[in-house]
């Protein structure tokens, strides 16, 4: 224990980075690390451990014998190990970043966000686990009927590769909240930030093997960890082809699932809207994280009337950004391969970008991943591009006449995630809103935040993270009833 409290890192010296297991670094079974990228320039980062199942074992038996003794505290002495994980988050915020950028190469501004979400999450749950609690029914004065949230026991949190610690954060603070105990699954290819969380959790006071962190493929790490008789519970962002994946394991152990999944979202503009915050909103979409976040309203509905000027105004600010300051690259390099392949597709199918369409050829940027910010007007909304979640800094717009035909477009998807609506009528925004076949909708720039329950409709998954809705989603509820006259 003295040794942890002195501060246990992770890490290696020569830049491995280990499993966090039972409250310490951990070699993989195998022996073997992956590589990491660094996608600014392509040159090799820090490794990796290359778990496997008999890591996944020892870190949910870790799990499964920490968890009672946590469930089985008061809410408040919860609440306050969690309050000192997010000031241990907030005071190494630095560090996280650093490890976030080595491997993603998010720009400042976007890292500097998603730490501070990230400490924000234990900070919510922390606040809100001493003042949410069952409820009472009433029986009458011979009866007292209440009900209790009750965790499920060792979640197994797999989170993707474009949010890693923000991701990690959402799952684990209201797991952890409830009383679970979690063995979290980051993706093999930016790992580091939450293995680092972990080590940071058990600095600050959380008891050993409430937060193990095994790294590795999803075949090798994730499937055996969301088969492992001892989970209770799966949450999993990331692809529709794996949450398809997982949710059949799932279904043959009849243990639930939270899967937050893609999205193509569009951003509906009417002609009366504030014309200013609607283009910033748009620019947002390409910028935050170059477009690699599966909330980004990446399709754009304009009212035809206005629908040139918009795409316009959009097409000029995106020129202006820059690479490296503004936006930065796909993190991957199967990413920017699938980025540049619906540009080919699309010129194949006789559309051409206003501007954008390639990866950068000269300059800093034509070392690293980077895709030039993109803009397709007017596009027919049957084409590849308009259809399907691409992931990067890229918007297709397409022109509406009136509020009828913007729902009809704005519903025209097998996604259903997120939605935007800017009208200078907010009764017609609400009117749209409620309407539109979507887990969050903001009206003109309304915020979504930690406090707002985040997930989606039809091909976008199931299930609601963030807000108190998330701790509904980690807890059992349990009625008890006692008859009070013999």
């Known amino acids: 224990m003295a040794e942890r409290k002195a501060g246990v890192t992770g890490r290696h010296d020569q830049g491995r980075h280990r499993h966090w297991i039972d409250g310490k670094p951990v070699e993989p079974a195998s022996g073997d690390y992956l590589p ?10 820090d490794t990796m451990a290359a778990g496997s199942a008999p890591d996944v074992d020892r870190a949910v038996d870790a799990a499964a014998a920490a968890y009672p003794d946590w469930a089985g505290r008061p809410a408040a002495e919860r609440s ?11 005071a190494h915020a630095g560090e996280l970043m650093e490890l976030e950028r080595a491997c993603t190469g998010k720009v400042p501004a976007q890292l500097r966000l998603e730490a501070d979400m990230s400490a924000a999450y234990f900070r919510y749950y922390a606040g809100v686990l001493r003042a949410h609690h069952g409820r009472t029914i009433d029986h009458g004065a011979g009866a007292l009927t209440y009900t209790r949230l009750e965790p499920y026991g060792v979640v197994a949190a797999i989170t993707p590769w474009n949010l890693p610690l923000n991701q990690a954060c959402r799952a684990i603070a209201p797991a952890l909240a409830v009383g679970n105990a979690v063995v979290a699954k980051p993706s093999e290819l930016t790992s580091a930030s939450t293995v680092r969380l972990a080590a940071l959790a058990t600095d600050a006071g959380l008891p050993d093997g409430l937060l193990n962190v095994v790294t590795g493929t999803g075949p090798d790490v994730g499937t055996p960890l969301a088969g492992h008789p001892a989970v209770r519970r799966i949450a999993f962002t990331g692809s529709v082809a794996t949450g398809r994946h997982l949710a059949a394991i799932a279904a043959d152990r009849l243990v639930p699932l939270t899967l937050e999944l893609g999205g193509k979202s569009p951003l509906v503009v009417f002609a009366d809207a504030d014309l ?8 947002s979409a390409v910028t935050a994280n170059a477009g690699q976040v599966c909330s980004a309203t990446t399709r754009l509905l304009v009212e035809s009337s206005v629908h040139d000027e918009v795409v316009a105004r959009v097409a000029e600010a995106v020129e202006r950004l820059v690479p490296g300051r503004d936006f930065g690259p796909m993190i991957t390099e199967a990413q920017y391969r699938k980025v540049l392949d619906h540009f080919a597709d699309a010129r194949a199918a006789g559309a051409l970008p206003v501007t954008g369409g390639s990866a950068y050829d000269s300059g800093p940027a034509a070392r690293g991943l980077y895709i030039r910010p993109t803009v397709y007007a007017g596009v027919h909304p049957d084409l590849r591009i308009a259809r399907e979640e691409i992931f990067g800094p890229v918007l297709v717009s397409l022109p509406f006449t009136d509020e009828a035909d913007a729902l009809a477009l704005a519903d025209d998807t097998e996604y259903g995630l997120v939605a935007s609506v800017w009208s200078g009528d907010t009764a017609r925004g609400l009117r749209l809103a409620e309407r539109i076949d979507a887990g969050q909708v903001a009206v003109n720039g309304g915020p979504l935040t930690v406090e707002t329950p985040f997930g989606g409709f039809k091909q976008s998954g199931y299930g609601r993270e963030k807000g108190l809705e998330a701790l509904h989603e980690y807890a059992q509820i349990k009625t008890v009833s006692v008859a009070l006259r013999q």
Do not use: I
């Not at 306050?80 to 907030?90: E, F």
């Open 80 to 90: 306050d190990v969690l309050h000192r994980v997010a000031d241990a988050v907030a």
């Open 36 to 45: 990491t990228v660094d996608p600014t320039t392509r040159e090799p980062g």
């Open 276 to 283: 200013d915050r609607a283009v910033a909103a748009a620019v």
